[in-house]
């Protein structure tokens, strides 16, 4: 057996980054696919992650969940040198919502770079069904398509339709994505959030309409009668609370976030509503490939999405400054190889 190692980028401790060695992988389970890994996203999760506030992690761990690579072998359907974009979640199979068509919340299910060792290494090998064909993508479109693929997922959770009115709080990159494909769909999109630098960077490379710092603002624009969809992307209850008053009669409050907190709301004003309150969890399938298609026709703009590309030595010297930074970024790529 080779005594061979590469470099991974792990979290040793909460705020402790580092490169270390990892044995190169010799042998790949039946039904798994050997990649060399080209790109890595950093998300809120690996921000979270240094910052020893993710809930179901233990250190140390090897980050990276956004991943595009090159198959390594021929194997399992697919030839050495495909490009491809990694699903990282991996699911049982077996359970219910497995059973039901619902992988995306598996109830055994483990996420690359959180629950298992992830992709900011060299080579990983993953189920060949978690792999989807990129052709006509670059390496970074491919490594940006799971985040986006989470707020293409939500809007098709929703329900949104050409001519809705919808609201997006919360302009981080999965409130961004979010708000890009409701667009898609054909709603009027309005964007809210605290900072008024995120709204004018979402205004400028995406040309969305300046939005709102307050839900107040944003519901008197309105006639006070609220929005048809509001998603919610802003990791905050008291955001979310804030949020349902905001809904139209009628309507959808879809949950992309994700918070600890409790969340209360007035049941009165929830059932004179009649609204529906949707959980939204990471993506399908489908998903992924309504985010391809959409880079390969032109219709989401890679480079404006895209703040800085590094490498991963760069990372280390770089990543607790980014992870105090980030409300300035929206994606940051590690590229590992073309």
């Not at 999965?174 to 769909?185: D, E, M, S, V």
């Not at 960077?201 to 006070?224: C, H, L, Q, R, W």
């Amino acid at each position: 057996m080779s005594n061979e190692t590469m470099r991974a980028g792990v979290v040793v401790e909460p705020g402790n980054f580092a490169l270390e060695p990892r044995s190169v992988v010799n042998e790949v389970p039946d039904g798994w696919v050997l990649i060399d890994i080209c790109a890595v996203g950093l998300c809120g999760t690996d921000y979270h992650i240094l910052e020893g506030k993710h809930p179901f992690l233990n250190y140390p761990r090897v980050i990276g969940h956004e991943l595009s690579g090159h198959v390594a072998r021929d194997g399992e359907g697919w030839a050495a040198g495909d490009l491809v974009v990694v699903n990282p979640y991996l699911t049982c199979g077996e359970c219910r919502a497995c059973k039901r068509g619902k992988p995306n919340c598996c109830y055994n299910i483990e996420v690359l770079g959180v629950h298992r060792d992830g992709g900011l290494i060299p080579q990983l090998a993953v189920p060949a069904d978690n792999l989807y064909a990129a052709e006509g993508l670059s390496a970074i479109q491919a490594a940006m398509v799971e985040f986006l693929a989470i707020g293409a997922h939500a809007v098709q959770r929703s329900g949104v339709s050409k001519g809705d009115n919808v609201l997006v709080t919360g302009v981080g990159p999965i409130g961004i994505g979010t708000a890009l494909f409701a667009r898609l769909k054909g709603a009027t999109v309005t964007l809210l959030d605290l900072s008024p630098e995120r709204l004018a960077m979402a205004a400028d490379k995406f040309g969305f309409s300046p939005g709102y710092t307050s839900v107040e603002d944003a519901i008197s624009t309105t006639n006070g009668e609220g929005y048809d969809i509001l998603f919610d992307a802003t990791g905050h209850g008291a955001a979310i609370e804030a949020g349902f008053l905001a809904v139209a009669h009628g309507g959808s409050y879809v949950l992309v976030s994700v918070v600890k907190d409790n969340i209360t709301f007035n049941d009165p004003e929830f059932h004179k509503r009649e609204m529906r309150l949707i959980g939204s969890r990471n993506a399908l399938k489908a998903d992924f490939d309504w985010v391809m298609a959409a880079f390969r026709d032109n219709l989401i703009d890679a480079e404006a999405l895209c703040s800085t590309v590094l490498t991963l030595d760069e990372l280390a010297a770089q990543f607790n400054g980014l992870a105090e930074e980030r409300a300035d970024l929206i994606k940051v790529i590690v590229q590992l190889q073309e």
